[in-house]
Each structure stands twice: as C-alpha cells, then as structure tokens.
C-alpha cells in the first residue's frame, strides 16, 4: 500500500506537468489566423491598351488583408472593370490595380487607411514631387523661425525679441496616397504645383495642415520599409548653432595670391 500511494501521486503530478505544458504551448485564440479577402486578378494575360476587358479574362483571388495592395480592385467591384482597357500589361493571376483600368472612375477614400485622413501637403520645392508615386514613404521636414522672447532686466522696458532660423522633422515617415488628381496616377502638371495626398491620424493631419500655414515644407523619400529614423529625435534641428559650429577645429584656408597652374 505504501508504495502505491508514491506512484499514484507521481502519476498525478506528471498529468499536471503534461497539463500545464499544453496550455503554455497552445496558441491563443486568433494567433496565426488570417483574414483574407478578395481582389480583381487576371485569369490570362491582359494586353496594354488591348481589347475590352471582359469576364472571362478575370478572377478572384484570396489575398491576406495584410499584405493587399492599397489600390487592389476588390471583387465586388469586378463589373466596374468590365468594358475598361488596361493601361498596362497585366500577366496572368497578377492584381488589377486602380491605376491599371483606363477610363475607370475611381474612389480616394477607397485607399484611405482606417482611422487615418487624407490630407493635401504642397511643398515649397516641388523637384522630388516629379518622381515620387502612389505608396512611396516619405519624411515630411520644415524650416521655420523660431521667435525668443528675451526680458530686460528693466521692466519698463519693452521686451527683446530673437528670431532664428531652423529645420526639422516635422513627419518622420507618411505614406502618400496620391500624387494630383485622386486617380493614383502621377501627372507632370501636378508634380509642377508640388502637392501631394498622405494619411495621417486626424491630430496630426490637422498639425499638418496648420503647419503649411507657418512654415516652409520639403519631402525627403525614404525606402521602403526601412525602420530607422521613425522619431522626430532621431534626426535633431539645424540652426544657427549648427552652422556656426563647422569650423570649429577647422584651420583657416588661405588662398593664393595668382592663379594655380
């Protein structure tokens, strides 16, 4: 009896091990689950400005939300592809983007990401706007004037004030949504007036759009996907300290008196 009672309670002891081991390797509900949708795909290859698209040219494709394309043609909306031409040629079981279709009215507010607004940004130097596209990732820098308001030790006098120049991060990374008109397609004309559409969440749009009002704007691309520089610290200020801190260290350049040979 004595030694039945140790190996019963070792038997115990080992189901409760057994037991506790499931529970801390069994997956959470929901972890590795995906939600999948559908989305516009080519069942054959589609030509450049080729025939009218019809329905057996198509088909649906389950897609991981996650990783579907901003502008992928949901497929619902299938029969507003029908009768359309491809501006370019789409391969066999490849998406059908937005900016695919010719002639194809399409939504902004269908490539807004939840809880984000779309907002327009101009630039004050509109040469990086030319080549940017739909999807890029951007950071958002402004140079402003920062006023100092500096007291006299005599009250009766009127305050001092100090204006220096300054740049900064003011978004250190926004995808844009679109470049010009709403279509997703990047056009000369806008890229001349240098403004683009980006999401951002709704203080920071309205931070965005009141900054436009104080400052001087410039994008700077990024790469895709790339996780450094994500914080405004990360990238600091540019001022008058930065500049006049350059030579320090430096000798002093002293230029000849005639020509070099």
């Known amino acids: 009896m004595k030694t039945i009672i140790p190996a019963v309670i070792a038997i115990m002891l080992a189901a409760a091990a057994v037991f506790a081991v499931r529970k801390l390797v069994k997956p959470k509900d929901g972890d590795g689950e995906k939600t999948m949708v ?3 795909a080519a069942a054959r290859e589609i030509a450049a400005n080729g025939q009218k698209i019809q329905f057996d040219m198509l088909r649906e494709r389950k897609v ?7 502008n992928a043609i949901p497929w619902s909306q299938v029969n507003r592809v029908l009768g359309q ?26 490539v807004v990401p939840e809880n984000t607004w779309a907002v327009p ?3 004050s130097d509109a040469t990086l706007v030319q080549f940017l596209q739909p999807g890029d990732e951007i950071a958002i820098l402004g140079r402003f004037t920062v006023t100092e308001r500096i007291e006299n030790v ?43 559409i980006v999401a951002l969440p709704p203080r920071e749009a309205a931070t965005l759009v009141a900054a436009q009002q104080k400052m001087e704007l410039y994008p700077a691309l990024r790469r895709a996907g790339d996780a450094a520089s994500r914080k405004r610290a990360d990238v600091g200020v540019v001022d008058e300290k930065t500049f006049s801190g350059l030579k320090q260290g ?12």
């Open 38 to 40: 559908s989305v516009v």
């Open 64 to 70: 991981d939300a996650a990783s579907k394309p901003a």
């Open 85 to 110: 031409t491809s501006t370019r040629t789409i391969s066999e079981g490849d998406y059908l983007l937005l900016t695919d279709v010719a002639g194809m009215d399409i939504e902004l507010q269908g």
């Open 121 to 123: 940004v101009t630039f």
């Open 154 to 196: 005599d009250r009766s006098e009127k305050a001092e004030e100090k204006k220096d120049e300054a740049t900064s991060v003011i978004f250190p990374c926004v995808k844009i949504l679109d470049v010009g008109r709403g279509d997703g397609l990047r056009r000369d004309e806008s890229a001349g007036r240098g403004f683009v």
């Open 250 to 261: 430096l000798d002093h350049v002293v230029l000849p008196d005639g020509a070099s040979k």
